[in-house]
Each structure stands twice: as structure tokens, then as C-alpha cells.
């Protein structure tokens, strides 16, 4: 007995060594590769910086003169802001719009590429990394190339900001919707094909009565994303507010009281749809009474 157990201990002794081994040898391959990130983010730096038009540091200083410039302008001309508020609005509006309308879309792709790339769920299992390789493209491509592209196709308007934002959509909460599905409870779909139900009875009887909170959770954070991404993409053209901002900075001193409004508006509707979304995740989290 004896014998057997100092043979444990020396046993414990040889694994708590190749553990200490193991965490060293990590802990010097973590500290080689934040030299080569600090490495190339300090030379990634210094070539935008040479090929810039001005150095960063020397145009440093300088770096509050826009907003300045706004605000006082702004301030001096405080009695046109509400004047503003509504001329702008309708833009508001449809930016709300553009990011609502390609949120549902985007969202409805994603419920169907999820499906089709989950284990176990899949209608086709050999296709699988198929469908997986599709939303990792529709998330690697910026929605602004995609909406740069379709602005060439299409013309300008809401349309190619509505198609980029939902493609990006699909492949971002195609990538959260299966792994929520992956956590499903594989009994009710047995159920079904038990009795003989198709697979689009199975996912929508079976399976999405039991994600459908975590579904709408993720699909409410990304309609907060969409509403920026969709005033973002309206400086190349793609409507919204983002297109009236880019003209109001554009034609510079006179209008930026303007910029002013619109930034106001903007940020105003982001803090609202923030604290609404919020809300509602917050009582789809921990039930109806959570409000």
C-alpha cells in the first residue's frame, strides 16, 4: 500500500510538472505573438501615417477645430435647431426604416441558414459546411462594399443599403441562431418524424418554439447595429440621414447648425431603440413581469 501510493504521488508529481510545462510553453507563445501584433500595429501605424496626407501627430492638436466649430455655430443659431429637427426628420425616419426593414430580413435568412447548418436539424447534413462557408462570406464582406457595389448596380437610393445591411445580417445572426439551435431539445422533432411531419414541420413545431426568445434577443441587439450601419452608409450615397449629414459637412461653415440637428437626431434615436431593445430583451430574459 505503501508502495502504491508513492507510486501516486510520484505519478501527480510527473503531471503537476507537465501542466507547469504546459502553461509556460503558452504563456511564451501569448508573449511572442503580442510582440508581433505590437510589432505590426506600430508599422501598420507609421505607413498610414507616411502615406497620409498630413502626419497624425502634427494635425493632433487640430483634432477638436471640427467639433468646435460645429457646437459654436451651432449655439449661435440655436433658435433654427427645431426647424431642423423637422426638416431632417422624414430622413430619420427612413434610416429607421432601412435598418428595420433589412433587420427582418436579414433576421429570416439567418432562422433558414441556421437550420440548414446545425447538426442534427439539418435538412441535408453533407451540406452542412456548404451552408456554413456562405455566412462566413456574407459576414467577411463589409456591408459598405456591398452597398458601394449595389449603389453602382442599382443607382442611388434605400434599396442597396436595405440589401447590404440584410446580407450582412444573415450571415452574423446566421452564425448566433445555430448556435442557440444546437441547444435544442432533439425530442419533440423525434416526435414529429415519429407521426410523419416534413422537416419544415419539425424545425417550426419543434424546434423554434424553443429558441424563439433567444432568436428575438439577438435580432433586437442587431436592428441597434443596423440603425448605425444604416446612417453610416447613407455617406455613399445609400439615403437616410447619413446622406443629409454628408451634405451638411460638405458645404461646411453656414451648415453646421445642421450637422448639429442631425447628430442630435441621430444620437437621440440610438439611445431610444438602445433602451427599447434593451428593455425588451431584458423582460424576454427573465419573463413578462420583468418590467
Known sequence: ??????????????????????????QTYSFLLLIVFVALMVSGFRIANDRNAG???????????????????AWRNAAELPGHF??????????????AVATLVGAIAAIVLALLSTRGLARWPRAIPLFRRIMDIM????????????????????????????????GALGKLFSEVAENADLKP??????????????MYLGVLPQIAPNLLSYALLRFEINIRASAILGFVGAGGIGYELKNAITWGQ?????????FILLFATIVFFDQLSSA??????HGKGAL
Open 1 to 26: 500500500m505503501a508502495d502504491l501510493t508513492a507510486r501516486d504521488i510520484d505519478r501527480a508529481g510527473d503531471s503537476r510538472s507537465a501542466y507547469l510545462a504546459l502553461v509556460r510553453r503558452r
Open 55 to 73: 502626419g497624425f501627430v502634427d494635425g493632433l492638436p487640430q483634432i477638436l477645430d471640427f467639433p468646435a466649430d460645429v457646437v459654436s455655430e
Open 86 to 99: 423637422l426638416a431632417f426628420l422624414p430622413a430619420l425616419i427612413e434610416t429607421v426604416n432601412i435598418a
Open 139 to 170: 459576414r467577411a464582406i463589409p456591408d459598405i462594399v456591398i452597398a458601394l457595389i449595389l449603389i453602382f448596380l442599382m443607382g442611388v437610393g434605400p434599396m442597396p443599403a436595405v440589401i447590404a445591411i440584410a446580407i450582412h445580417t444573415a
Open 189 to 202: 422533432v423525434e416526435g414529429l418524424q415519429s407521426v410523419g411531419a416534413r422537416w419544415l414541420q419539425q
Open 254 to 262: 453656414g451648415q453646421f447648425a445642421e450637422s448639429a440637428a442631425i
Open 280 to 285: 425588451a430583451r431584458h423582460r424576454l430574459a
